[in-house]
């Protein structure tokens, strides 16, 4: 029976999971940028974490800020990831594939399990938000000069 109240709305998709309904604001100066981990990117690039999980709906979101050469290693997560492009060009590339280069307004999924990297395209920053969603990330060796330039 569906009572109408918020607090028994369920997470679309996943049965029986509940989530927080509230609005909630994550206000940036409670985290401001930070350089990347050099363990997991190369060249420069800063994070900004804007939102996390909450009340059983695991999303976390990143604004990442790649400066000219500045990329992810190559990594896999467990569930879905979305980039949405808001600034300059972005360089994505699939293990075993062509990489690809995106701009501002435009959007990439990758599913669950690919093995990827992502980061500015050549001559000019890219800034992205990353929205992670049921995730856990296994971080791999980095992307070297020649598959960031796709020699």
Known sequence: ?????????????VAGRRYNPRMQIFRGEASPARDADTNTFVGQAHVTHLASADA?????????DFEDGG????????????LLVVAGRVRVQVWGEPHQEVAAGDAVVIAPGEKHWHGAAPGGRGVHLAVNVNFKTDWLEPVSDEQYRGI
């Open 71 to 82: 990329r992810t290693n190559w990594h896999i997560h467990s569930g879905a990831q979305w």
């Open 56 to 64: 059983g709906v695991p999303v976390v979101v990143y604004h990442v």
């Open 1 to 13: 029976m569906v009572s109408g109240s918020d607090l028994d709305r369920r997470e679309p998709g």
